[in-house]
């Protein structure tokens, strides 16, 4: 009897709790008195309880690989998906930045790269759970904020132009030839990671709105993966076209002393391309500032929407499928010119009259 009672507790052994359960029964039942024969048999069932155990512990550790390979392979295909379509705010990331460093003494571009590189991981180590929270709390918070760091794009790009075409004052002039080199640095460095916080929102905006149907933790995952992979993306291509000269000279050194007329070309091509590739870089940058900004506000505010997409349809019945690439960007751009120009306008009003 006591033997077939300590027997009768085998048929719940289906998870870990009934195992647990059953070993502790099976224990006090083992501290009674038995006969050799009872024992015997109580030992064995004691080994099956033990292989039971192990075949339940391996399971579980097989199930859990399972789905952590599976939540993997979530992430991993969310984040192609993410990565596509952040692909274009990547490529105005990539020449904003780049144009941030132009000015810059040689010997100092590659740690003032890495200076804004280091700011834009901070920006995004602040911007990944910001935007977790807000968009678990404060949803409609989202789009108000990206069309004000889509003004502040439309402002300095418009900023840019008014310094590069209208006349400077005397004082201005006086003041900048005061500023030393060190100082001129930390302003590059700070409006470069200023930008790069409001594109940085954008991309993670968008990568969240990719990823809305997955789990919190999904999310998680997937916006520090993107982030990682677009801050090292972006800041490594800067690294590498600001240094394109010095690769230029070092090929041509190379060239003097093994005589190799390929690496003789190839350092005179890429020494004359390097700073005309920093001058379009200067521009593409200024006009991505405006396409970006404009973009944003064209999404925040329906009745511009509205507005490009009828335009759109209009420029694709004249020049068909190029109307319906090129008419979206040139609304989105004139529309960040205006804004622009018109926020300049209304902080030198402001500045003339409060700061007298």
Known sequence: MRLSAALSFISPVQTASNYRYLRINFNQHSKAKLTVGENAALSYVNNIIFKLGIYMAGTNLLTLLDDITVLLDDIATMSKVATKKTAGVLGDDLALNAQQVTGVAAERELPVVWAVAKGSFLNKAILVPAAL??????????????????????????????????????????????????????????????????????????????????????????????????????????????????????LLNQSKLSANKFKEILGKGLLAAAPRLMQFLAFAGTVAMFLVGGGILVHGIKALHHIQIAVTNYGQTIVGTTGEVLVPLIFDGLLGVIAGLVVVLGHLAYLKIFKK
């Open 133 to 250: 929270l807000i968009s678990v709390w404060l949803p409609w918070l989202i789009t108000p904020l990206l069309m004000l760091g889509g003004l502040f794009l439309c402002f300095e790009g418009a900023e840019k132009v008014f310094a590069k075409f209208l006349p400077h004052d005397d004082k201005s002039e006086s003041e900048g030839d005061k500023l030393d080199l060190v100082e001129y640095e930390k302003q590059k460095v700070k409006g470069a990671i200023r930008t790069d916080f409001i594109l940085s929102a954008e991309i993670i905006v968008i990568t969240l709105g990719t990823v809305a149907a997955a789990t919190l933790i999904n999310q998680a995952l997937v916006l520090c993966v993107i982030a990682i992979i677009m801050t090292i993306g972006v800041y490594g291509l800067v690294a590498g076209i600001v240094k394109l000269d010095d690769a230029g000279l070092y």
